[in-house]
């Protein structure tokens, strides 16, 4: 059997990539709900599709990725965000940013972040980053 190759996906905004990220999580959610009569279950209903992303990151003392976020989600704009390479191809999203998380310990000196955004159905990019 081939060895597999594994590798971490990358976050876009408007083609730059954003953070300096040590973990990220992107979930695509149905929505829909269980039907259920007296009869028992009958199905689910096909709710609209959404996304949600969570990157946490190290800011660095420079952090102009995270400050472009911040203006993004200061001025309550939406923008393209391109999550990939999932099973070879870049997911595209107009997204929102929900929050911007700045955390620091004084002992270590790290000063980290977290970056949370939604959004609606990705559109499915076939080929990957390169």
């Known amino acids: 059997m081939a060895q597999e190759r594994v590798r971490t996906f ?7 990539k954003i953070a300096t990220g040590t973990g990220k999580k992107y979930q695509i959610m149905s929505n829909g709900e269980d039907l259920i009569t007296e009869e028992g279950w009958v199905g689910q209903s096909d709710g609209p599709i959404t996304t949600s992303l969570e990157v946490n990151t190290i800011v660095p003392i420079n952090p102009r990725d995270m400050d472009v976020v911040t203006k993004i989600l200061l001025g309550q704009e939406y923008a393209e965000v391109h999550i990939g390479v999932l099973a070879g191809n870049i997911h595209a999203i107009s997204m929102r940013f929900k929050s911007v998380e700045h955390s620091t310990d004084d002992k270590t000196g790290a000063h ?3 970056i ?8 499915i990019i076939s080929g990957g980053l390169g």
Do not use: I, L, M
């Open 10 to 16: 990358s976050v876009r905004v408007r083609g730059k």
């Open 112 to 114: 980290t972040g977290v």
């Open 116 to 123: 949370q955004a939604s959004g609606g159905a990705p559109k």
